[in-house]
Every structure is written in structure tokens, then in C-alpha cells.
Nanobody, 117 residues
Framework: QVQLVESGGGLVQAGGSLRLSCVAS????????LGWYRQGPGKQRELVAT???????KYGDSVKGRFTISSDNVKNTVYLQMNSLKPEDTAVYSC???????????WGQGTQVTVSS
């Protein structure tokens, strides 16, 4: 079992920035795709960004050019730098680790991000 613990959420004005962090209890970066997902009020959960051990990244259309995902394999941490935040970015952001071979899928507890207009 792996625990994922997110931090860095909070309240920010539109146009501002936040950086989210997700620390894994052990190093699984080489065997998993790490990602951030979000669920806004009354919305379905959606992909924000993912990153592979090789550094390949994927972004949801609504955050391209504004958000950047990165990882630090030594610290077992994946980050989400969020710039030019908009009120529609308001959501609970959750960290995910999905095994490349499909044998595990872990979620963090989520961190709230609120963007005021």
C-alpha cells in the first residue's frame, strides 16, 4: 500500500499562482504514471496532468499553457505549478498513482483550491 499526501491548496485571487505537492510514502515513480485530477462543484472528475517516469507529460485542454507538472524522484514528490488561475479552476485536486502494469491505483485525500474573481 502507498499513501499519497497532497498539500499546497488554498484560496487565491484570479490571475494568481499556487503550487501543489504530492508526496508518496515510497518510491513508485519508475512503475507508475503520476497525475493530478480535479473535481469542481457539480462537475465530474477530470484529468489535469500526468507525468511518466521518463518525463512525458499530458495535460487537460483547459490547463494547457498555464499548469506544469513535474516530479522529484529522490523526494518521491510530484508537483503541480498552477499559474494564471481562473475561478473555473476551483476544485478539489487529487493526486493519483496508476501502475503501468495496472496492478495498483492509489489516490490522495485531495486538497481544495479556490480561485476568487
Amino acid at each position: 500500500q502507498v499513501q499519497l499526501v497532497e498539500s499546497g491548496g488554498g484560496l487565491v485571487q484570479a490571475g494568481g499562482s499556487l503550487r501543489l505537492s504530492c508526496v508518496a510514502s515510497r518510491n513508485i515513480f519508475s512503475i507508475a504514471v503520476l497525475g493530478w485530477y480535479r473535481q469542481g462543484p457539480g462537475k465530474q472528475r477530470e484529468l489535469v496532468a500526468t507525468i511518466t517516469s521518463g518525463g512525458s507529460t499530458k495535460y487537460g485542454d483547459s490547463v494547457k499553457g498555464r499548469f506544469t507538472i513535474s516530479s522529484d524522484n529522490v523526494k518521491n514528490t510530484v508537483y503541480l505549478q498552477m499559474n494564471s488561475l481562473k475561478p473555473e479552476d476551483t476544485a478539489v485536486y487529487s493526486c493519483n498513482a496508476a501502475a503501468i502494469l495496472g496492478h495498483f491505483n492509489y489516490w490522495g485525500q485531495g486538497t481544495q483550491v479556490t480561485v476568487s474573481s
